[in-house]
């Protein structure tokens, strides 16, 4: 090798190694600056990326479990000594699809969409029937009516009376299924529904006509752009406060529930949900491992307080404040009696479990929680419940509800658990050890650079030229005492 080219190597050699330095040097540097980028690349949401077809539709389906209550003493509802007793019934299985509809982007890092909701019944994976079992619960169409008219004139409620006392029970028998989706037909929605102005359907049942319907109601905007802000709920019904509470209770805030923002703080989280009718805070409770990623646990436990244990949430009291555990959301439901609260009326004031029989709260079955990958807002895992219940109590001037208990009748409740798949499990391992390869990366471009100008001084110095070895040829002359004769 010439000496010309011998320095042209040691140069290149040289720069070669300032140059793995400073990569190094940079990557150490700007470390969570250059992770934090990487992530919002990754996790962009664009009309072509992995993020927005998750989003627009769940493929495959999620499972949803239902629950009906069977009541079993009704004829038994004006004896003081003897508690309504309700019986837990099933689960049903179905399989549900969210899809989004008349999605439109915004120039302001918006987007737009309605909803709509596709429920199949999965009979193999049900511990029961729908077509063979047989419930009895409250009957919902002239407890509503009752409820509308507890307000009206004697006159206006005599009226009622008379007609409803002779073609309305105050409870009905149907199948599981005619409860749930098929809908059973009612007297007095019979008689509504020739009324073309007030368009009534002649069946009700609790998912009757909602399947595979998009609810002109539930069009939401959501912010896309990747900040603090990513996945926030802007507007429901193109408004960003509704009119179901009073003060900041009608706020529409927090999250449209299915993204969050990067580096979850371990404080709380707020979402907003069309089900409840309202934003929902989640308080972190503790860290948790699942599949080998670390993720931060959020509880609803006070989702449904109304001012008992969190006093900011007292304008969630409507017509005056229930005991803690049970929302009023009739605003938002036709202005018909219902309360939503958790499964079993867990979370909530004894007051409700002690007025009937056979609730069994199980905070393990029962509990809303959340667990988030706190690097991304990756949800890692959901357990979501929610009971419906029908508030019945007596109504003066209608002779059906006269003599009646105010009592919290269980309707249904649905339970849905989202856990932590293989593949996003492993995803997100890689998430959350990326640091740890970018610090170990610049330490080895940081020692691969040193050694090369190491080894570039100790060539300039000859400190590390090769050894010459003198090899000589010779020829050892043996002893004359050991010389074979040759023979």
Excluded at 106 to 118: A, E, P, Q, R, V
Excluded at 216 to 236: A, C, E, R, V, Y
Excluded at 443 to 459: A, E, K, P, Y
Aim: hydrophobic share 35%; with cysteine.
């Amino acid at each position: 090798m010439t000496r010309r080219r011998r320095q042209l190597m040691q140069l290149c050699l040289l720069f070669g190694g300032i140059f793995l330095i400073t990569t190094g040097l940079f990557i150490f540097v700007y470390l969570e600056s250059i992770y934090e980028h990487i992530l919002n690349e990754a996790l962009k949401f664009t009309p072509t990326s992995d993020t927005y077809k998750a989003w627009r539709t769940n493929d495959p389906p999620l499972d949803l479990d239902l629950y009906l209550f069977n009541w079993t003493n009704p004829e038994d509802i004006t004896n003081p000594n003897i508690k309504p007793h309700f019986e837990e019934v099933g689960p049903y299985r179905v399989k549900e699809v969210k899809e989004k509809t008349n999605i439109t982007w915004h120039d302001n890092g918006t987007i737009s969409y309605g909803f709509k909701k596709l429920y199949f019944y999965d009979p193999k994976n049900s511990i029961r029937i729908m077509e063979d079992d047989v419930v009895t619960t409250i009957n919902t169409v002239p407890l509503t009516v009752a409820y509308q008219a507890r307000n009206f004139s004697t006159f206006i409620k005599a009226l009622i009376s008379i007609s409803m006392g002779s073609i309305s029970r105050l409870y009905v028998r149907k199948t599981s299924k005619e409860i749930l989706f098929d809908g059973y037909e009612d007297s007095i929605l019979n008689l509504l529904s020739n009324i073309p102005l007030l368009k009534v359907q002649r069946k009700f049942g609790i998912f009757y006509g909602r399947n595979d319907t998009i609810d002109p109601n539930s069009i939401q905007s959501m912010h896309i752009k990747n900040d603090q802000n990513f996945g926030k709920q802007l507007t429901w019904n193109y408004k960003n406060r509704t009119n179901f509470y009073q003060g900041h209770c009608s706020d529409v805030r927090g999250s449209a529930g299915e993204f969050y923002p990067l580096n979850i703080k371990k404080s709380k989280i707020v979402l907003y949900s069309s089900e409840l009718c309202k934003y929902a805070e989640l308080e972190f409770v503790r860290e948790e491992i699942i599949k080998g990623v670390l993720g931060y646990r959020f509880t609803g436990d006070n989702i449904f307080d109304n001012g008992t244990t969190r006093p900011e949430n007292r304008c969630f009291c409507v017509d005056g404040c229930i005991p803690s555990g049970v929302l009023d959301v009739s605003a938002c439901r036709q202005n018909s009696p219902t309360f939503l609260s958790f499964p079993h009326f867990h979370a909530a004031d004894p007051y409700y479990t002690d007025m009937i029989s056979g609730m069994k709260p199980n905070r393990s079955r029962h509990e809303f929680y959340i667990v988030i990958e706190p690097k991304s807002g990756i949800i890692m895992e959901i357990s979501a419940n929610m009971q419906m219940n029908m508030l019945l109590q007596p109504v003066s001037g209608l002779r059906l509800y006269r003599n009646m208990p105010k009592i919290f009748i269980p309707v249904f409740y649905l339970a849905q658990t989202i856990e932590l798949k293989d593949d996003l499990a492993f995803n997100l391992r890689i998430i959350q050890g990326f640091p740890d390869y970018l610090r170990y990366s610049s330490f080895f471009f940081i020692m691969s650079g040193v050694s090369l100008i190491v080894w570039v001084v100790c060539l300039l110095f000859n400190f590390c030229q090769p050894t010459k070895v003198i090899k000589k040829n010779f020829h050892e002359e043996l002893p004359l005492n050991e010389k074979i004769p040759i023979t």
